[in-house]
C-alpha cells in the first residue's frame, strides 16, 4: 500500500513540475514553484493545484 501511495505521489509531483516548466509565468516563479513541490512533495503539490500558475493566464 505505502508502495502504491508513493507512485501516485510521484506521478503528481511529476504531472505538477511539467506544468510549471512548461507554463508561461515567469523563470522566478518557475523556480520557486519547482522547489516547493520538489522540497515538499505532497503539500507543494497541493499548493501548485490551487494557487500555482496557469498556462494561458498571466
Do not use: C, E, Q
Amino acid at each position: 500500500m505505502k508502495t502504491l501511495l508513493g507512485a501516485i505521489i510521484f506521478i503528481a509531483d511529476v504531472y505538477a513540475l511539467y506544468h510549471i516548466i512548461t507554463s508561461s509565468a515567469p523563470t522566478l516563479n518557475k523556480v520557486l514553484w519547482s522547489l516547493a513541490v520538489l522540497i515538499l512533495p505532497v503539500l507543494g503539490f497541493i499548493a501548485w493545484y490551487f494557487a500555482g500558475p496557469r498556462g494561458g493566464t498571466a
